[in-house]
């Protein structure tokens, strides 16, 4: 959970509102992944949430009571009321983080500075020329905080790209034809590999219930999928069931198993199971590049390494600040009173309010509702023009 310095924004955090000072709060959520979405159920109403249209989707879904979802665009700069009494606002861009679907890192800017958090995010260089993070002159904005994923921020986690580690997985289930393949698959953002094998393979890749309802409600191509065993020998399975592949060898049912993470740092064998770092999140000399490329004035990170990580985070700390342009770091949770925007006799004449957001199929805020929710209604939404 990050709380954006000097405002009332709060990131991937729902679990603490009962112990924050301020009645009123704006939050984000980066990606439907289940360390991030903590603490939301379907009574939770602290007030709006803004995120990709594809995880109001999956909010919609799995707590069909939440109000107040508010779908941004990717790409699309919006202006965010934090308080309409003294008309501090921010402007907000989301950026695609090449995660998991409807995964984005968000650009702030306004008086509290130019801030990107990257939520999750496998870095890759075309990121760089998104034209909100460019000027007129095709150089690079200034950032003047930089809050990162740092899950694989230390120099021995050097995997290979998700493209590498696909062609991997190919080779390993050519090398053996009559095997049944299961793939230990926990959560969703690996549905682009998953539609890779069905397409090379010409056969449906069997998934759970859960799953196949999510892929349907994202159109990742559902015609590819199926939850019928009998329909396919690629199968997506939580990593617990994994140990029964013993059990199906031993019966004659001869299948391989393969795990996916960047923890595996490498390609390993262990039959009948194999280990590859396809991986979610940037590698350490992604992080580094893109570190490099941004070059923020402040760098504050995401996650808090276990004791056993903190000396190779630490020294992975110091090669970033010295690719960064000073070595100011921030703490990442900070709350001071929104800022006061000066504005002149004419002010917020420049914006213009955005139409209602569309319904998606739960219930999102509508200028009667905010009306009945006295918590909610500082907050409405513009569009920056
Ligand atoms: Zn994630």
Request: net charge negative; glycine share 6%.
């Amino acid at each position: 959970m990050v709380l954006l310095p000097h405002t009332n924004i709060i990131i991937d955090g729902f679990s603490f509102t009962a112990q924050l000072e301020q009645p009123h709060y704006i939050f984000f959520l980066t990606h439907f992944h289940s360390d991030h979405y903590q603490g939301l159920s379907p009574s939770w109403n602290r007030g709006p949430i803004y995120c990709s249209p594809q995880t109001a989707l999956l909010i919609c879904d799995k707590f069909s009571g939440i109000p107040n979802i508010y779908p941004l665009e990717i790409g699309e700069t919006y202006w965010i009321s934090l308080n309409l009494k003294n008309c501090a606002g921010v402007n907000v861009t989301f950026i695609d983080a090449n995660h998991c679907p409807g995964a984005v890192m968000i650009l702030f800017q306004g008086e509290i500075g130019t801030i990107l958090h990257t939520g999750d995010f496998r870095y890759t260089p075309r990121m760089l020329l998104e034209p909100c993070l460019n000027n007129s002159s095709n150089s690079l904005i200034p950032i003047n905080q930089l809050i990162l994923d740092n899950t694989f921020c230390m120099p021995e986690y050097d995997f290979p790209s998700q493209e590498m580690c696909t062609k991997l997985i190919i080779q390993i289930i050519e090398e053996n034809p009559n095997y049944d393949t299961w793939i230990a698959i926990e959560n969703f953002g690996r549905e682009t590999l998953l539609v890779e094998l069905s397409l090379y393979f010409n056969t449906l890749v069997i998934v759970s219930e859960s799953m196949f309802r999510r892929i349907e409600i994202l159109g990742l191509r559902p015609d590819l999928f199926s939850t019928n065993s009998d329909d396919g020998w690629i199968h997506a399975v939580p990593r617990k069931h994994m140990f029964r592949i013993y059990q199906r060898n031993r019966e004659g049912l001869d299948t391989i198993g393969i795990y996916l993470s960047g923890w595996y740092k490498k390609y390993s064998k262990e039959w009948p199971f194999y280990h590859v770092p396809y991986s979610l999140h940037s590698s350490f000399s992604e992080i580094k590049e893109f570190v490099e490329k941004i070059k923020p004035e402040r760098l504050s990170y995401i996650v808090a390494p276990g004791k056993s990580l903190m000396g190779v985070f630490e020294l992975s700390r110091k090669v970033l600040e010295d690719v960064a342009k000073d070595e100011n770091m921030m703490e990442g949770i900070e709350f001071k009173p929104p800022v006061k925007r000066k504005i002149g006799s004419g002010g917020g004449g420049y914006l213009k309010k955005l139409k209602k957001p569309k319904t998606i199929g739960c219930k999102i805020a509508e200028s009667e509702e905010i009306d009945e929710h006295p918590e909610i209604n500082k907050y409405t939404m513009h569009y920056y023009i």
